[in-house]
C-alpha cells in the first residue's frame, strides 16, 4: 500500500509576530538550527517516504516560498488553497489530490511548523502508526506525554485498551479535550492518560473520505464536486471556485470528535510546536540567569528574558520576564505571561490601518 504525507503550510504563525509575518511567516524561518522549519519538515519525511509522495498544502502567497526552499519536491505536488478555512476542508483538499495519484494510499498529516528532536523515534513512530491504520482501518493519531500542565493545547484522553505494536503502546481513544484551564491541566497531568494532541494523524486516505461524507457531509459534496472537476478542468480553476463553499471547521471538531475508532500513540520525541516566543526557553540553551539571548546584545541585571537582535544593538539594564524582539521595522516588547496574546496586536494593527507591519 502506498504512503503519501501532508504538510499543512498555509499558517501565518501570529503569535510568533514580528518575526513570522503575513510574507514570510514561521514555517519559513530558521527558528532552530540553519535550515527552516518546513525544511527540516521534508528532510525528516524523506527518511520515510520519496518527495515525490509528500503534498504541502499552502496557500499562494507562500507557493513560490516553498519552491525556493524546496526546490526538489514536485511543483504539482504544492496545492494551494484560495483561502484559509483551518484543518478540515484542507485535509479533505489534499485527499482528493491524492487518491488521483495514489488512491490506495495512507495519508501521514502533519504541521510544517514543529520542531522534532528524535527524528528516528519519530519515524519508527510514523511506521506504527501507518501499520495500525492499515490493519484496522482507524483513524491514528500521535499524542504528546505532557512534562507539563500547559493550558495553550489541545489534550486527547486514552481508555485502558490498548495495543503493543513494534514495542510500543497504542491506546484507544476516549475522547479529545478542548485546552484546559490551569487546574484542569494539572489534573490531566496527574491522571497520565492525557496527551498533548500534536496535530498529526494517520488514515488511510479512503477511510478519511467516508468520515467526511458521515460528519461534514457539506465538505464531502465540495469535495467530490472538485474531484470530478479534476477531470475536465484545470485543477487550480476548480479549487478556485470550489473550495471557498467550504466551512471554516478544524477537523478535530468535524471529525476526531466525533469518531469511535480512533487510536493513540504516546510520544516522547522532543517535540514542540513553537507556538510562541515562550518556545525558545524549551528548545534553546539559557544562561546563567535564565535568559535567551539571540544577536548583538548586552544585558546587565536581566532576569528570564527572552530577547533577540536584527543586528543593532540591544542593551538591557534590571529587567526581568520580558520578551524583546527586534526587526528592521518594529520592535516588540512584552510581558513572558502575555506570549499568548500577542495576536491581540495584530488585531490593533488592522484596525488602526497598519497593515504594512503584519
Same mark, same amino acid.
Given at each position: 500500500?502506498?504512503?503519501?504525507?501532508?504538510?499543512?503550510?498555509?499558517?501565518?504563525?501570529?503569535?510568533?509576530?514580528?518575526?513570522?509575518?503575513?510574507?514570510?511567516?514561521?514555517?519559513?524561518?530558521?527558528?532552530?538550527?540553519?535550515?527552516?522549519?518546513?525544511?527540516?519538515?521534508?528532510?525528516?519525511?524523506?527518511?520515510?517516504?520519496?518527495?515525490?509522495?509528500?503534498?504541502?498544502?499552502?496557500?499562494?502567497?507562500?507557493?513560490?516560498?516553498?519552491?525556493?526552499?524546496?526546490?526538489?519536491?514536485?511543483?504539482?505536488?504544492?496545492?494551494?488553497?484560495?483561502?484559509?478555512?483551518?484543518?478540515?476542508?484542507?485535509?479533505?483538499?489534499?485527499?482528493?489530490?491524492?487518491?488521483?495519484?495514489?488512491?490506495?494510499?495512507?495519508?501521514?498529516?502533519?504541521?510544517?511548523?514543529?520542531?522534532?528532536?528524535?527524528?528516528?523515534?519519530?519515524?519508527?513512530?510514523?511506521?506504527?502508526?501507518?501499520?495500525?491504520?492499515?490493519?484496522?482501518?482507524?483513524?491514528?493519531?500521535?499524542?504528546?506525554?505532557?512534562?507539563?500542565?500547559?493550558?495553550?493545547?489541545?489534550?486527547?484522553?486514552?481508555?485502558?485498551?490498548?495495543?503493543?505494536?513494534?514495542?510500543?503502546?497504542?491506546? $484507544?481513544?476516549?475522547?479529545?479535550?478542548?485546552?484546559?484551564?490551569?487546574?484542569?491541566?494539572?489534573?490531566?497531568?496527574?491522571?497520565?492518560?492525557?496527551?498533548?494532541?500534536?496535530?498529526?494523524?494517520?488514515?488511510?486516505?479512503?477511510?478519511?473520505?467516508?468520515?467526511?461524507?458521515?460528519?461534514?457531509?457539506?465538505?464531502?459534496?465540495?469535495?467530490?464536486?472538485?474531484?470530478?472537476?479534476? $477531470? %475536465?478542468?484545470?485543477?487550480?480553476?476548480?479549487?478556485?471556485?470550489?473550495?471557498?463553499?467550504?466551512?471554516?471547521?478544524?477537523?478535530?471538531?468535524?471529525?476526531?470528535? $466525533?469518531?469511535?475508532?480512533? %487510536?493513540?500513540?504516546?510520544?516522547? %520525541?522532543?517535540?514542540?510546536?513553537?507556538?510562541?516566543?515562550?518556545?525558545?526557553?524549551?528548545?534553546?540553551?539559557?544562561?546563567?540567569?535564565?535568559?535567551?539571548?539571540?544577536?548583538?546584545?548586552?544585558?546587565?541585571?536581566?532576569?528570564?528574558?527572552?530577547?533577540?537582535?536584527?543586528?543593532?544593538?540591544?542593551?538591557?539594564?534590571?529587567?526581568?520576564?520580558?520578551?524583546?524582539?527586534?526587526?528592521?521595522?518594529?520592535?516588540?516588547?512584552?510581558?513572558?505571561? $502575555?506570549?499568548?496574546?500577542?495576536?491581540?496586536?495584530?488585531?490593533?494593527?488592522?484596525?488602526?490601518?497598519?497593515?504594512?507591519?503584519?
Amino acid at each position: 500500500m502506498d504512503i503519501t504525507c501532508v504538510l499543512m503550510a498555509g499558517g501565518k504563525g501570529e503569535r510568533f509576530w514580528p518575526k513570522s509575518r503575513t510574507n514570510l511567516p514561521k514555517q519559513f524561518l530558521n527558528i532552530s538550527g540553519n535550515k527552516s522549519m518546513i525544511q527540516q519538515s521534508i528532510e525528516r519525511l524523506e527518511k520515510l517516504i520519496d518527495i515525490t509522495r509528500v503534498f504541502v498544502v499552502t496557500n499562494g502567497l507562500y507557493a513560490e516560498l516553498i519552491k525556493a526552499q524546496i526546490p526538489h519536491l514536485p511543483h504539482d505536488n504544492i496545492i494551494i488553497e484560495p483561502i484559509g478555512r483551518n484543518t478540515a476542508p484542507c485535509i479533505g483538499l489534499a485527499s482528493i489530490v491524492i487518491e488521483e495519484k495514489f488512491p490506495d494510499s495512507t495519508m501521514v498529516v502533519l504541521p510544517s511548523d514543529h520542531i522534532i528532536e528524535n527524528e528516528e523515534g519519530f519515524i519508527k513512530i510514523l511506521k506504527t502508526g501507518i501499520e495500525v491504520a492499515q490493519d484496522n482501518k482507524s483513524l491514528v493519531t500521535l499524542g504528546i506525554k505532557p512534562s507539563y500542565p500547559e493550558t495553550g493545547y489541545g489534550y486527547i484522553e486514552s481508555t485502558q485498551e490498548k495495543l503493543y505494536i513494534n514495542d510500543l503502546e497504542v491506546f $484507544k481513544v476516549n475522547k479529545f479535550v478542548e485546552k484546559p484551564d490551569l487546574e484542569a491541566a494539572e489534573k490531566y497531568l496527574e491522571a497520565g492518560n492525557f496527551y498533548w494532541n500534536s496535530g498529526i494523524f494517520i488514515w488511510r486516505t479512503e477511510v478519511i473520505r467516508s468520515y467526511f461524507k458521515i460528519f461534514m457531509p457539506e465538505v464531502h459534496d465540495v469535495l467530490e464536486t472538485m474531484k470530478n472537476g479534476f $477531470k %475536465f478542468l484545470n485543477r487550480n480553476e476548480i479549487i478556485e471556485s470550489e473550495f471557498i463553499k467550504m466551512p471554516d471547521q478544524s477537523i478535530d471538531y468535524g471529525i476526531m470528535e $466525533k469518531v469511535d475508532d480512533i %487510536f493513540v500513540i504516546p510520544c516522547v %520525541f522532543g517535540w514542540d510546536d513553537v507556538g510562541s516566543w515562550t518556545a525558545l526557553e524549551r528548545i534553546n540553551d539559557l544562561d546563567e540567569h535564565g535568559n535567551v539571548i539571540r544577536g548583538n546584545i548586552l544585558n546587565l541585571d536581566t532576569k528570564r528574558c527572552i530577547i533577540e537582535s536584527n543586528g543593532k544593538l540591544i542593551a538591557t539594564l534590571g529587567i526581568e520576564d520580558l520578551i524583546v524582539v527586534d526587526t528592521e521595522d518594529v520592535t516588540l516588547i512584552c510581558a513572558k505571561d $502575555k506570549a499568548q496574546e500577542v495576536k491581540t496586536l495584530l488585531k490593533e494593527l488592522r484596525m488602526q490601518k497598519l497593515e504594512q507591519y503584519l
